[in-house]
């Protein structure tokens, strides 16, 4: 058909309807209504009624019409325009007779035709507007048509949050340009922002099974590196150690061997001025046995497709596999940021941890479910990452909280008492952490001293039962085991007025008891983190230390503990725990009295 048989409706003369019903009888039989046919007549045959006598509608006619149309009959140009043509009603296509008649009127007619072709339109237009905003950054890495491969990562629960560029070829990655380390808050240290860099992991540090506490590295892009032939290898350990964060830029920070700055703690720096740069500058020979010696070989050693954030992101990083550590390195440097973003609102959307993979989602890691419970990173989603080594992650906008010294000196005693009344409360604890509204209760009930030995302790048991008769009022609970989950920890720890127990990395607990807690903490090496004064302060604690080195003189009473070859074990004298046990009696006796009395 021509566009002018189109754009014409032909008029049927009623010979021209009669063939058309010879060849449609099921429509003839369902346009006839019973009432119309003559009375003398019931049957089925039709070639004696008249036409006059047929009930054939407008409906019928534009049906045979359109037929018409379809095999190109020419019609006079002073028809009517199809678009003027009313269409078939809902009601009068009920009463088309055949499947095919229906399929004929909403197939071609021209009207209908125009609507289709309108709303194909509109859907294609649509699609295109929407891809047009997932197009590349830069605009200069298309496949010939001006698109991106873009969208969601397949491994995402939340499509809406985890918004990514995906690029299989790391050369269609848009021109990057590193900025960065920005302190984000000029009165606090320890949280940074960078702009347009990717994210590597160190694969020659130790692991932990199912976590990751290696270093992180950053690759930073910086054309002004490009004739530094050691530009993409990261500093050693030892050189990292004797640099500082606020360094970063600063010519005296470079490192000699390779001509560039290191970066900060938990974040080694290595610089490129594309991924394809890094990948070929990786490559060379050197750089690579120089990254082995140093044990700083990165994954992915070279990046075949590239993961591309525009959302800003956290990078978690954190030692998965030591609950002090984590805590007091990870968790105490970001409380003075947390305090803040929960009352003006969090500035990123995403959180990106390979230490655990799903740590906010589903992980039982202890630090994972403190900071899930607490809620310290608002409603910001986390980002999962492929168990793949060929995968690049870069980011628009990354926030790192460096990992920081024991010493928590930027978290102020108010910051500890909103932190732990938020875990308390969290965590479902029976004692709230001021004792000064439960100590009248407290004070019915036996004093309980929560003892632990982490296999080292050799005769905890024996000196207990020995002392039991002397304080039948003091509740001594030995746990035997502390490798359970994080709430089964919180709630032990919370039931103690005393912890007695062997240095260790569940030491970092002491978080969930309550204020006036006493701590006598036994060590034939370091002591654990939690010993800090400053720390005893925000906690309102008090630490009592016994070490191994008093033992040896006979006049001292302090009680003290012998230590055997290699600090693996030791025991503890009958006298030195009685003393130990009556200190720490006196002390909690001090204590409830000091509260009654500001009753």
């Avoid at 070639?47 to 509608?57: H, P, R, V």
């Amino acid at each position: 058909m021509d566009n002018q048989t189109l754009t014409r409706r032909a008029t049927a003369t009623d010979e021209d309807i009669t063939n058309f019903l010879q060849r449609q009888p099921s429509l003839l039989e369902e346009s006839i209504s019973p009432t119309e046919l003559p009375d003398t007549s019931h049957k089925r045959k039709q070639s004696d009624i008249a036409l006059s006598g047929l009930n054939i509608g407008s409906d019928l006619r534009a049906t045979f019409e359109l037929e018409r149309i379809e095999q190109g009959v020419e019609e006079d140009d002073d028809q009517v325009h199809p678009l003027r043509a009313p269409l078939v009603s809902p009601t009068s296509y009920n009463n088309i007779g055949s499947p095919t008649a229906r399929r004929l009127l909403f197939s071609f007619h021209p009207a209908i035709k125009n609507k289709r072709f309108i709303a194909a339109f509109m859907v294609f237009a649509t699609i295109a507007a929407l891809g047009g905003l997932r197009r590349s950054r830069g605009g200069s890495s298309d496949d010939g048509w001006g698109w991106e491969m873009v969208g969601d990562g397949i491994w995402f629960e939340n499509e809406e949050s985890d918004w990514l560029e995906y690029y299989p070829d790391p050369a269609r990655l848009p021109k990057m340009v590193s900025t960065g380390p920005r302190r984000v808050d000029d009165s606090l240290a320890g949280m940074h922002l960078f702009t347009d860099v990717c994210v590597t992991n160190n694969i020659d540090s130790a692991k932990a099974p199912d976590v990751d506490t290696s270093i992180r590295g950053l690759i930073y892009f910086d054309k002004r590196m490009a004739k530094n032939p050691k530009r993409c290898v990261p500093c050693s350990i030892k050189a990292m150690n004797s640099r500082a964060e606020d360094k970063w830029g600063e010519s005296s920070s470079l490192d000699s061997q390779l001509g560039h700055q290191c970066g900060m703690n938990g974040l080694h720096a290595m610089y490129a001025s594309s991924v394809t740069d890094w990948n070929d500058c990786t490559a060379e020979t050197e750089n690579r046995q120089f990254m082995i010696r140093n044990k700083q070989t990165q994954t992915p050693s070279h990046a075949k497709n590239v993961h591309y954030f525009e959302e800003p992101t956290f990078l978690l990083s954190f030692k998965a596999d030591n609950r002090e550590g984590s805590l007091f390195e990870t968790l105490f440097t970001y409380l003075p940021y947390w305090h803040v973003f929960r009352k003006n609102g969090y500035p990123f959307d995403n959180v990106f941890s390979k230490s655990v993979q799903g740590c906010l989602s589903h992980s039982r890691n202890w630090f994972c479910e403190l900071t899930h419970q607490m809620g310290a990173f608002g409603y910001a989603r986390e980002t999962n990452w492929e168990e793949t080594h060929a995968t690049l992650y870069c980011f628009k906008n990354l926030y790192f909280s460096q990992q920081t010294s024991s010493d928590p000196g930027q978290v102020t005693k108010q910051i500890m008492d909103e932190f732990r009344d938020e875990i308390f409360s969290h965590f479902g604890l029976p004692r709230s952490r001021d004792r000064k509204d439960t100590i009248e209760k407290d004070r019915k009930l036996a004093m309980r001293i929560l003892l632990y030995s982490g296999e080292t302790w050799e005769n905890l048991e024996k000196l207990v039962k020995e002392v039991t008769g002397k304080h039948p009022h003091v509740d001594f609970h030995i746990v035997q085991d502390l490798d359970v989950p994080i709430a089964e920890q919180a709630r032990l720890f919370n039931s103690a007025d005393a912890v007695v127990m062997a240095s260790g990395d569940h030491m970092a607990n002491s978080i969930f008891v309550p204020d006036d807690t006493i701590f006598a903490e036994l060590s034939c090496g370091l002591l654990s983190r939690t010993s800090n004064s400053h720390f005893m302060e925000l906690i309102a604690g008090s630490a009592i230390t016994v070490a191994s080195s008093s033992c040896s003189d006979s006049r001292n009473d302090a009680p003290c503990i012998s230590c055997q070859a290699g600090h693996s074990r030791f025991a503890m004298p009958s006298a030195s725990f009685e003393a130990l046990v009556d200190d720490i009696v006196k002390r909690h006796s001090g204590k409830t009295s000091v509260v009654q009395d500001e009753r």
